[in-house]
């Protein structure tokens, strides 16, 4: 699992897995249109193939500019950045916590999120949410960097600010809007009193439910308990100092709330209060604009997810992922057993049909290598490395191997149809957002290998290894 290279897998919850489709299938689409909402487009620019694999983004670009200007009748002139979104105001979100006794002596600190934007994001949402659990202030999150020199080792200890994938003004006011009564700090020593407090106290939220699963997810459900639980763990710290803040470093929490326990509308717009950072939007915004002008797609840009564009692809076989991942018992752990199912994908005559594959990956060989493989099945390979050009593609340069993910995280949701791994939080969670706008609304076989599916993705996985765990507990 891609979450760490040295914990041991969720194991599965057939039981769980009822609930939650059955949550599942009286899901509203609700609107997260406006993260999509289409304003203008920045002007087109030099569009510089770099990548002998991807030829035909120059050569065909100015073949049929009547055409084009018919499809995307919306004018490219204007924003850089079509990903942003105001602060939200969530209805759902102010009353969980109009409902919370808070504490103003508690302090939480989550400091212990690791991997890359799925496994971040969840953990951070999950800890903000045990926060409001126990009523208590919060410092904003941090995140452990990833080895820059070595990308299977994600555990380095090294912490980073939350700006560092996230917009950090947009988390303050979101919250700040949508749960007043939490107290925001910025950095632990802005907490008052701080002088009087006793040592920090460190927890794993997950343990201190009673019966809880491997992974934590089925015993989490009900928020409340967790608090009285949590209350009755603290006492044992219990002081005679009791002017200072209490303060409480919270363990990584991924895949450790089951996110539709306090009502899907909470669910669905909680994971808002975190928006990606400006500088990864406006590269997205740029690929995304490139791509359309490349291949001549002929989209509708007010749709959510782009009809005839192009197929995402998850090309999640990166030297971490395979490293975590190389498990015997799991079908899908080889580029070769990857790639073979993507390829059937391409020509399911079910499928939607694109000219072109949008990869998402973080390894050029592996895409060069998926290109060649492909070709013959007449399909053209494209990612964000070889669609931005000039000062673009040095802003992506510059970013770190994270950062640069954060580009494909925005793209692919729009993709005409997707295939991804189900081993992969960032494969599921492009799958359940796209999920909202889908007809079909059962879309798990948990027994492989089409282990999600819907008629807009699909996520390659089953066998012995089943994570049902991801659709209850990712925030869509
Ligand atoms: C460009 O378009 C022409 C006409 O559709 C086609 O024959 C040619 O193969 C295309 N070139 C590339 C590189 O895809
Ligand atoms: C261009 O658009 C016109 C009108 O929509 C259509 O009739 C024609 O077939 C299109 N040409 C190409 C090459 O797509
Ligand atoms: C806050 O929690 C601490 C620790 O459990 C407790 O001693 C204190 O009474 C609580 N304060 C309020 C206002 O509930
Ligand atoms: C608190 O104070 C009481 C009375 O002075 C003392 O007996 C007790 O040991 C103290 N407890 C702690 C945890 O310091
Ligand atoms: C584009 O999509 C929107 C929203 O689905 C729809 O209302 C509109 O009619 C579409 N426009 C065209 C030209 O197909
Ligand atoms: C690919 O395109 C060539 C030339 O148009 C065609 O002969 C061939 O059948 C196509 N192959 C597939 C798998 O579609
Ligand atoms: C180069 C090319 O394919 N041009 C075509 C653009 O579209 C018109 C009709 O819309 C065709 O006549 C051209 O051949």
């Not at 802005?190 to 939220?205: A, C, F, G």
Request: hydrophobic content about 40%.
């Amino acid at each position: 699992m891609e979450h760490t290279t040295h914990t041991a897998m969720p194991m599965p919850h057939q039981n769980l897995l009822a609930g939650v489709n059955r949550r599942y299938r009286t899901l509203i689409p609700l609107t997260l249109v406006f993260i999509w909402a289409w304003f203008l487009w920045r002007p087109l620019f030099d569009l510089q193939t770099k990548l002998p694999w991807d030829q035909s983004s120059k050569s065909n670009q100015t073949q049929n500019d009547s055409n084009q200007t018919q499809s995307t009748p919306i004018s490219w002139e204007g924003t850089k950045d079509i990903f942003d979104f105001p602060p939200i105001e969530s209805e759902a979100i102010k009353s969980i916590c109009d409902d919370v006794e808070w504490n103003s002596t508690l302090v939480f600190t989550c400091d212990n999120s690791y991997g890359g934007v799925g496994n971040i994001r969840n953990s951070v949402l999950n800890c903000v949410r045990y926060a409001i659990s126990a009523g208590a202030g919060l410092v904003i999150p941090k995140i452990i960097l990833r080895n820059s020199q070595n990308i299977m080792d994600l555990e380095t200890g090294e912490r980073t600010t939350l700006d560092y994938m996230f917009d950090v003004e947009h988390f303050v006011e979101s919250l700040r809007l949508s749960c007043p009564a939490l107290k925001l700090y910025s950095t632990e020593g802005d907490i008052p009193n701080l002088e009087k407090s006793s040592d920090p106290i460190s927890v794993v939220p997950e343990s201190l439910v009673e019966g809880k699963s491997r992974d934590g997810s089925a015993a989490l459900q009900n928020s409340d308990q967790w608090r009285q639980q949590f209350y009755q763990w603290l006492e044992q710290y219990a002081t005679n100092n009791t002017e200072g803040p209490i303060i409480v470093y919270v363990g990584r929490l991924f895949l450790k709330y089951s996110v539709y326990s306090d009502g899907e509308r909470f669910a669905l717009e909680f994971g808002e209060i975190l928006k990606v950072r400006s500088d990864a939007r406006e590269l997205a915004t740029t690929t995304l604009h490139a791509l359309i002008q490349a291949y001549s797609l002929r989209v509708n840009l007010t749709e959510n997810i782009l009809k005839n564009a192009f197929l995402g692809v998850h090309l999640r076989t990166e030297k971490d992922a395979m490293n975590a991942w190389g498990n015997p018992f799991w079908p899908f752990s080889t580029y070769k057993a990857i790639v073979a199912k993507y390829m059937e994908q391409i020509q399911d005559p079910s499928r939607p049909k694109t000219a072109v594959i949008y990869v998402a990956s973080g390894d050029l060989n592996e895409v060069g290598k998926f290109a060649g493989d492909v070709k013959a099945l007449n399909m053209t390979v494209t990612t964000k490395d070889n669609l931005l050009t000039g000062k673009d593609k040095e802003d992506l340069e510059k970013l770190v191997w994270d950062q640069q993910a954060l580009v494909d995280f925005l793209v692919m949701p729009m993709a005409s149809d997707f295939a991804g791994l189900g081993i992969s939080s960032f494969s599921w969670n492009i799958a359940l957002r796209r999920h909202f706008l889908a007809k079909q609304k059962n879309f798990l076989h948990i027994d492989g290998p089409r282990m999600f599916e819907d008629e807009f993705s699909i996520l390659y996985g089953g066998g012995k290894d089943k994570y049902p765990e991801y659709e209850a507990c990712l925030w869509p």
